[in-house]
């Protein structure tokens, strides 16, 4: 699914804001062990974040190479701009920053997922957290996942992934270390369990 139907679709899917497991046995490298935040869904494909995968870019490199700021200025920005945190959103563009964030923050360029959060891809809201500014919890994601029509729902049906009702706390939780295992403890089951049943039919 494209960026351009993302923001011109009218209904939402049935996996809108929901999180997408990955299956021990996931093949590709790109998603093993990921938790991804699905935010559009429809017949023609889907898209979401991956929301445990580190970055090694800090927000400050992201404003220098925005030319936002002056590398001298750096250490003028506020404590909470300088701590922010940016995670790998996935393999689609991923030199492109998007900043998931609750809702109350919105811009004309704001796309709503959920009754709750929404996405924001554009310089105002980089520029208003630079200011110490900004959503109350966000989070900033370099690339995103994205598959074609059918594509989601086949890998779906062949074991690939388990989904669920999101937490918002996991969304936006800085530890990513065992974000997977706490996600998977949401369905009630461990790794372990999963182990051992992949490969029984």
């Given at each position: 699914m494209s960026l351009s139907t993302l923001k011109n679709r009218r209904e939402r899917g049935f996996l809108d804001g929901q999180f997408l497991i990955a299956m021990p046995g996931m093949a590709d490298s790109n998603f093993a062990r990921t938790v991804i935040y699905i935010c559009a869904h429809s017949d023609a494909g889907a898209m979401g974040f991956v929301i445990n995968r580190p970055q090694s870019l800090t927000f400050t490199d992201v404003l220098l190479h925005l030319e936002m700021i002056k590398s001298d200025d750096a250490i003028m920005l506020p404590r909470?701009?300088?701590?922010?945190?940016?995670?790998?959103g996935g393999p689609v563009e991923s030199g492109r920053g998007f900043v998931l964030h609750s809702d109350d923050y919105l811009s004309d360029s704001s796309i709503p997922v959920s009754d709750d959060i929404s996405m924001t891809a554009t310089l105002d809201i980089v520029r208003a957290i630079s200011k110490g500014g900004g959503p109350k919890r966000a989070t900033m994601l370099?690339?995103?996942a994205g598959w074609g029509a059918g594509q989601l729902e086949a890998e779906i049906g062949n074991n690939g992934w388990l989904n669920c009702a999101p937490?918002?706390?996991l969304i936006f939780d800085r530890s990513l270390d065992d974000k997977y295992e706490r996600a998977l403890a949401l369905l009630g089951v461990t790794p372990a369990m999963l182990s051992s049943e992949a490969g029984h039919a």
């Open positions: 909470a701009a300088r701590e922010f945190p940016i995670q790998t370099l690339g995103y937490n918002e706390e």
